[in-house]
């Protein structure tokens, strides 16, 4: 769908600014938005790898199976189907460890593995099962303590403090997680 509305924005702004005379001003927000676009993936793409490093050194030692093991109940809690799956629970813990610590991006693999593992226990393939839901709201609530890719945009759009935006990230998403796993226990329960 987005493949025929942006086309067509675009579409729709040329020939206006055609119109408007403006053509000129379009070809140099052309090239500024260019600019931009590449600043800010060069910004990401440091900040992507400083956390990744830190991820893998984080899981060649003990901090890793630490902060899973204390996630445990946590996740007992929000995955009882899973009490005899060791692997997902595993990787669920590793998937939510990420979006903790702001890592979306080393998040979304191992939130795809974890649900290709839980997917391999479900008997009906075309249906969610209560675990894959409760994982689908847990990533898309994203509690996070650091907001890194926040405070990448914030720094590459010339913020003065990007980091200010910290503690109004966490009650937004302690917040929607807190809804979303509430309002996914009560609907477990009624389907």
Not at 27 to 47: K, M, P, R
Not at 48 to 77: D, Q, Y
Not at 133 to 149: D, E, G, K, R, W
């Amino acid at each position: 769908m987005l493949n025929i509305i942006w086309p067509i924005f675009i579409i729709i702004s040329v020939i206006y600014a055609l119109i408007a005379g403006n053509i000129q001003h379009v070809s140099n927000e052309i090239f500024d938005s260019a600019t931009s676009a590449v600043e800010l993936t060069l910004t990401f793409f440091g900040t992507i790898c400083l956390w990744n490093g830190l991820m893998e050194i984080a899981k060649n030692t003990s901090l890793i199976n630490k902060l899973t093991k204390s996630l445990k109940p946590f996740v007992h809690f929000l995955f009882p189907e899973l009490k005899n799956n060791k692997q997902a629970q595993e990787e669920i813990s590793m998937n939510m460890v990420a979006n903790l610590l702001g890592l979306g991006n080393a998040a979304t693999p191992l939130g795809l593995k974890a649900m290709q593992t839980m997917q391999k226990e479900n008997s009906e393939k075309e249906t969610l099962t209560n675990s894959i839901a409760m994982f689908i709201v847990i990533n898309t609530a994203s509690m996070q303590l650091i907001p890194t890719n926040v405070i990448a945009i914030r720094s590459s759009l010339g913020s003065q403090e990007p980091s200010n935006i910290i503690l109004q990230v966490w009650i937004a998403t302690v917040i929607a997680a807190t809804v979303g796993i509430i309002s996914t226990k009560i609907l477990m329960k009624r389907f």
